[in-house]
């Protein structure tokens, strides 16, 4: 019975536990791990090593070399550290590798050693340099937490949306803490550190002394701290060789241990059991190793869902395995097969042994029409790779113009980018590629591809005539369109000049547009309005008034309004105003001003080409009977009825009507009938339709 239970040890009063090896690690390392920074990911991911990090007795021309390994030693990646020095290393939740160095930069690392990206933890950082930092996980995201040689704390609780906090000053601080953490709590990243026997508490507003409960006496100095993965909780080691584990809250004790060493280990961590709710927490001398237990975590801590799960796969390049794994779970085809075959064509563009016909041919036959899968994502990919062209034909193979223009753009194919956004048909997306292309080109190249794309060139145009007019212009001149720029030094004339000589010389201008555009019409009436407006310039300074910017027929119409019959009659005879449409502005101008005598000297002047029926009806406009009736009598014969009935001379007009024999005429005499006192003209009209029906 013995020899079973031979290899197994007492874990409190009732647990054992037995350490075995489960796998040995494949990596060959040349150096020991104690003279490297590592940092392990959780839930069995990479490990990376950073072998001599400027260690004093190496020679200072020998470069550091970044490995990264995976779980079981397996080598992803290997290469030399051509940056500042390390202070620390760490795993984002996303598995990139966040390398915190000395100045406050942060280089970032995928998972094969590839370079993704960097950010600085601010100038405070850089001015006082690194003392130490953390790399830690929260609910939001990864964050980093940094000492600096001011002993002053800076943190950002999630790097991919990056916010730096600078925590408050600690008093009394004047060298860096024996030993810090972070805590997450409320939702809020905390950093708790020790001071000899104190425990200080920083959030972004105050620093607050705590005291854990139920702590035995004697305690000159916190030498670590460990909190649980999921900020639960919390254990302190003191140089009394106590161990402290309770809530990362400090409000309750869960258990004391006195190890009885009392110095300070070189690594404290909490552990969960196989199977078990229950905690513990492994402490690490140089030759010693003790597990600590008896500390209930009362809810499972579960982070590593199916996403999680497919992500590391896909970070390994395990494609066919974690489509495997979706079609088995029959997840959706966008978070699923859909997604991880976007991955794989990312991938796929960094091959750059293969052409990029191939490349283009193969991630077109995998993917097709795969819904969820953006191939103007996986061609931005190949541009960042440095493959132009195979992002140009990968694009051709995304379906939206709109996700293809803003690429083709950022990759300095702004002709394709604007054919692509004329097929489109979307305008804006014309109008971003045409101020893109007017950034970038020099005006005569611009105006020449304006030239080849009728539809740009039309959008353009609108766009000038609200907000560029000069640069209008210039696409009428380079055009040769002489109707269009007359057009435009017409309504330039209006718009931009105020000087009666301005705008006279741009009518000229427009003049000689429209005769080169052999329309001699718009020239004879552009030549017109420039006499006009220098007549009217004239009037105003002889007869004082507004004349400018009055027509033609108005000017007439003031000239008569003010007195100045002879010349009105003389600016008619200048313009060749025909006499019909003179008698008509006369005759409205002097009913305006009921000047009834110079009407009526008007109307005798000469024959009226009008006639005399208008006068009748602009005199009943005024409610003028009276002179009504003067011009009634002069009516002739075929308008003579209208012209009774439009004075109220309805027996007058049913004789003329009787007279004519028009039965039209008696129809609108006899509408016109009303009541007892048109009633004797009612019957005569009956009595001679009657005489005309015998006949």
Request: charged fraction near 25%.
């Amino acid at each position: 019975m013995d020899c079973y239970t031979a290899n197994w040890n007492p874990l409190g009063d009732s647990a054992f536990y037995r350490k075995y090896e489960l796998y040995s690690m494949d990596w060959d390392l040349k150096e020991e791990l104690r003279d490297c920074l590592v940092a392990a990911a959780p839930y069995g991911g990479p490990i990376a090593l950073l072998r001599n990090p400027w260690r004093k007795e190496k020679a200072a021309s020998v470069r550091p070399v970044l490995d990264i390994y995976s779980a079981s030693g397996v080598p992803l990646a290997s290469l030399l550290w051509k940056s500042g020095p390390v202070v620390s290393l760490g795993w984002s939740a996303e598995e990139e590798l966040l390398c915190v160095q000395e100045d406050g930069a942060v280089l970032v690392y995928g998972l094969h050693g590839d370079f993704r990206r960097h950010f600085s933890m601010g100038n405070e950082v850089l001015q006082n340099r690194v003392l130490d930092a953390r790399i830690f996980h929260t609910e939001f995201g990864s964050g980093v937490a940094i000492l600096t040689g001011a002993h002053r704390f800076t943190l950002s609780a999630n790097v991919g949306d990056l916010k730096l906090r600078r925590m408050p000053e600690v008093p009394g601080l004047q060298s860096a803490p024996s030993c810090w953490t972070t805590l997450c709590q409320d939702r809020v990243a905390h950093i708790l550190l020790a001071v000899g026997p104190d425990l200080y508490l920083l959030d972004h507003a105050a620093c607050s002394a705590v005291i854990p409960p139920g702590l035995a006496p004697g305690v000159s100095s916190f030498l670590q701290m460990a909190v649980s993965f999921t900020y639960r909780h919390l254990a302190l080691f003191t140089d009394t060789g106590y161990i402290w584990m309770g809530t990362a809250s400090l409000k309750e004790k869960l258990c004391e241990f006195n190890c009885n060493i009392r110095a300070p280990p070189k690594q404290m961590v909490w552990c969960s059991r196989p199977r078990s709710k229950e905690r513990a927490v492994v402490v690490a001398w140089e030759r010693r190793l003790m597990v600590v237990g008896d500390a209930p975590e009362s809810i499972q801590y579960k982070q590593l869902t199916i996403q999680v799960l497919l992500d590391r796969l896909v970070l390994r390049r395990l494609y066919p395995l974690a489509i495997q794994i979706c079609e088995y779970l029959r997840l959706p085809e966008v978070q699923g097969v859909s997604r991880i075959l976007a991955h794989w064509a990312c991938y796929k563009v960094q091959q750059k042994d293969v052409s990029d016909e191939d490349v283009a041919r193969a991630i077109n036959q995998k993917l097709g029409d795969t819904p969820g899968v953006s191939y103007s994502d996986i061609a931005a990919r190949a541009y960042g790779c440095g493959r132009t062209e195979l992002a140009i034909k990968l694009l051709e193979y995304e379906p939206r113009s709109g996700e293809q223009v803003p690429l083709l753009l950022k990759m300095k194919r702004s002709k394709l980018a604007l054919s692509k956004a004329i097929e489109s048909g979307d305008t804006d997306l014309v109008f971003t590629v045409l101020l893109h292309l007017k950034n970038e080109l020099n005006r005569g190249d611009f105006f020449m591809t304006l030239r080849n794309q009728p539809m740009a060139l039309s959008l353009y145009r609108q766009f000038c005539k609200h907000q560029e007019l000069e640069t209008l212009k210039d696409l009428y001149n380079q055009d040769d369109n002489h109707q269009e720029l007359g057009s435009f030094h017409i309504r330039a004339s209006y718009a931009a000049e105020e000087r009666i000589e301005g705008r006279v010389a741009a009518l000229q201008t427009a003049a000689d547009a429209f005769y080169k555009a052999k329309n001699e019409f718009a020239a004879k009436a552009t030549e017109d309005q420039m006499r006009l407006l220098r007549l009217q310039r004239r009037l105003e300074d002889e007869l004082g008034g507004q004349f400018l910017d009055l027509s033609l027929h108005d000017t007439v119409t003031t000239l008569i309004l003010g007195g100045h019959n002879k010349r009105a009659e003389q600016l008619a005879r200048d313009f060749r105003i025909p006499d019909k449409r003179l008698w008509w502005l006369k005759l409205t101008a002097l009913a305006d001003l009921e000047d009834w005598e110079e009407l009526e000297k008007f109307s005798k002047s000469k024959k009226s080409p009008i006639g005399y029926l208008p006068f009748v009806e602009i005199c009943m406009k005024q409610h003028n009977k009276y002179e009504a009736k003067k011009y009634a009598s002069r009516v002739g014969p075929e308008q003579k009825v209208k012209a009774l009935l439009l004075v109220g001379d309805v027996a007058q007009a049913a004789d003329v009507a009787i007279e004519h024999r028009n039965e039209a005429e008696l129809s609108l005499v006899l509408s016109h009938c009303t009541g007892a006192t048109d009633g004797a003209t009612a019957d005569k009209i009956q009595r001679a339709r009657a005489q005309a029906q015998k006949k």
